[in-house]
């Protein structure tokens, strides 16, 4: 009778599981399909706010405010601009509200943050060799810029400020397209439209001495999930304080036919006090990426530095190389 039941339990587990996935598209060689464009725009809170406290999700109701009070502040940012009434924030940022593209919903779960470990929905404490070099950093990118290598590698278009790896919803440009082989997965961020191309099979990693600006990855398929471990950063390759010997694994899972699961783990104990995790719902569309110009010619860094140059000369003192969200 035990062994009937036990029978029965598996033959249900396994319909269950079979309905879970039955509308998750597979490719020709039996995974599931990751192939697509995907939009990873959202409000859901990197951090959990303080007005949240303990809570881990919300209802439908508190999303319905959250997402309202997100609405009603951007009016308030657009109807200063109109006004006149700009702070630094505006000038640091080079043009108006209208450009952004941060998206209007939370997240589908309902969650209050992002980072779903530690338990508070906030990050670790950092310790004290990555508070002091964010402080080194900090006061580089406060001087006048002696040259491009003084100034963060946002400005100098090499990383894109939301497209890691870890991919994280930013200002703009949340968008990344994924290209699947049976070997490989190529992953195109908007963000700089950079690519990493990721083996799906491991591999053996890069010798230490070998350093990469989005680190070394490598996949493999773990049940219907694609499991990618990063390592081998380079020093100026920082994720929200991380350092160059951060692991970064990330977790990808086709949960339906429009949305997929991305959930990472930071693993950095030289930065942090415990790992952490955080997971970002991608949504599938029809929208293609588009070329990031960036620098646009490559003028901007130039005219930085031409700029620095004639303030040098004019014995002027200058407060605004930081941006007012880094201080």
């Known amino acids: 009778m035990k062994a009937t039941n036990a029978i029965f339990i598996s033959l249900g587990s396994l ?41 881990e999700f919300l209802t439908a109701a508190e999303v319905d405010e959250f997402e309202t009070a997100v609405r009603n502040a951007r009016a308030a940012r657009e109807a200063a601009e109109f006004s006149g009434d700009a702070s630094q924030g505006d000038v640091d940022v080079g043009y108006n509200s209208f450009y952004l593209d941060r998206g209007t919903t939370m997240s589908s779960t309902m969650r209050t943050s992002q980072v779903i470990y530690p338990e508070n929905g906030r990050l ?36 894109g400020f939301n497209a890691g790896p870890p991919m994280r919803s930013g200002a703009y440009n949340n968008m990344m397209s994924l290209v699947q082989t049976e070997d490989y997965i190529v992953i195109q961020t908007e963000m700089v439209n950079d690519h990493r191309i990721i083996p799906t099979g491991g591999g053996q990693a890069l010798p230490d001495n070998m350093r990469l600006w989005k ?61 952490w995790t955080a ?46 969200w880094s201080r």
């Not at 694994?249 to 949960?255: A, D, G, N």
């Not at 490559?298 to 002027?316: I, W």
């Open 15 to 55: 319909l269950i599981s079979q309905l879970c996935h039955a509308d998750v598209p597979t490719t020709a060689w039996g995974t599931p399909s990751l192939q697509g464009n995907w939009d990873y725009r959202t409000v859901t809170p990197f951090q959990r706010p303080a007005a949240f406290a303990d809570k």
């Open 124 to 159: 670790p404490a950092m310790l004290d060799a990555a508070r002091e070099a964010g402080a080194y950093f900090r006061a580089l990118q406060s001087r006048s810029p002696q040259g491009p290598e003084d100034r963060n590698l946002y400005d100098r278009c090499i990383l």
């Open 215 to 275: 680190g070394d990855s490598r996949g493999q398929w773990e049940g219907d999930t694609f499991v990618v471990t990063t390592t081998n950063f380079t020093h100026l390759s920082r994720f929200s304080g991380s350092g160059e010997n951060m692991t970064l694994t990330e977790r990808f899972t086709r949960l339906d036919e429009n949305t997929l699961e991305y959930e990472y783990t930071v693993d950095d104990p030289e930065s942090f006090a415990d790992k």
């Open 279 to 324: 997971v970002v719902e991608m949504k599938l569309t029809d929208a293609d990426l588009f070329e990031y110009a960036c620098h646009e010619g490559n003028y901007a860094m130039p005219l930085m530095l031409s700029g620095a140059r004639k303030q040098d000369a004019a014995g002027k003192e200058d407060d605004t190389w930081l941006p007012s």
